[in-house]
């Protein structure tokens, strides 16, 4: 049970990565602050994190939040410090490519729009949030944060634009300068950087390829098949947990060895 007596909050934790993350730490006895911006999937994730957690000490709530705004972040934050009287654990889930309608576009089909929200949305809310919480990890004298990078931040996706590498380079990059600040106070800083991974945003983008296409991913992956979820959640767990205590300034590519 890793995260008894764990208090941790997880953006985009209502599908997707940060459910499967939110479910396991659940499982392994910890209090986990489920952030999504919308109530309909707050509404079906949290009792479904609950029955997950069984008759343990693991427990779920939900909040309603834009992850991109500064006052409702910081009033998240600080309602989970008034009610628990602590974070432990960060988990930055707010990102991805879908924002634009063809998250493969080259560079010069890319608008500014396009540009800018891609940075924004890969950016801002992980930003945000670590922001919100320094000055109370570093009360603790400690904390794990963990972010969502990609395989595209190392700029060898086929599959997506160059503001999506960008702004997950960012991520790549922000984890490690954070680490290097705030190691002396306690506070590991660690990433993962997924390859495709069929959770609900993308399952229906991976389905709309030809089996050729899919196969072709497939066959240049090592281990021979596209990750789910959980596989994410399991390296986000480990980061998060005692099992990491000595791991800070770290990207883990979790793409099955490409």
Not at 210 to 226: G, K, M
Request: hydrophobic share 45%; glycine share 10%; with cysteine.
């Amino acid at each position: 049970m890793r995260f008894t007596n764990k208090v941790a909050v997880i953006t985009a934790a209502a599908n997707g990565i940060g459910r499967a993350t939110a479910e396991m730490m659940v499982r392994e006895g910890g209090t986990v602050i489920v952030v999504d911006n919308h109530q309909g999937r707050l509404d079906e994730a949290v009792p479904a994190l609950r029955q997950a957690g069984g008759k343990g000490p693991g427990r779920a709530e939900g909040k309603l939040a834009d992850a991109l705004d500064a006052v409702q972040v910081d009033a998240l934050i600080a309602d989970v410090i008034r009610d628990h009287g602590r974070i432990d654990i960060l988990v930055n889930g707010v990102g991805g490519s879908t924002v634009i309608d063809n998250p493969a576009r080259k560079t010069e089909e890319l608008s500014l729009a396009d540009w800018k929200k891609l940075i924004a949305f890969n950016l801002d809310g992980t930003f945000l949030f670590t922001h919100a919480v320094i000055p109370h990890m570093k009360r603790q004298r400690s904390g794990k944060i963990v972010n969502l990078a990609s395989f595209a931040g190392r700029g060898l996706s086929p599959n997506s634009s160059s503001a999506y590498a960008a702004s997950k380079g960012g991520i790549i990059a922000f984890t490690r300068k954070l680490a290097y600040e705030l190691g002396p106070d306690g506070i590991n800083v660690n990433a993962i950087a997924p390859g495709v991974t069929l959770t609900e945003r993308i399952r229906p983008h991976w389905e709309k390829r030809s089996q050729a296409v899919q196969a072709e991913e497939i066959d240049r992956t090592p281990l021979r098949r596209v990750a789910e979820a959980v596989d994410q959640a399991r390296v986000i767990c480990f980061l998060a947990s005692i099992d990491a205590d000595f791991v800070t300034g770290l990207t883990i590519d979790v793409t099955g060895g490409i």
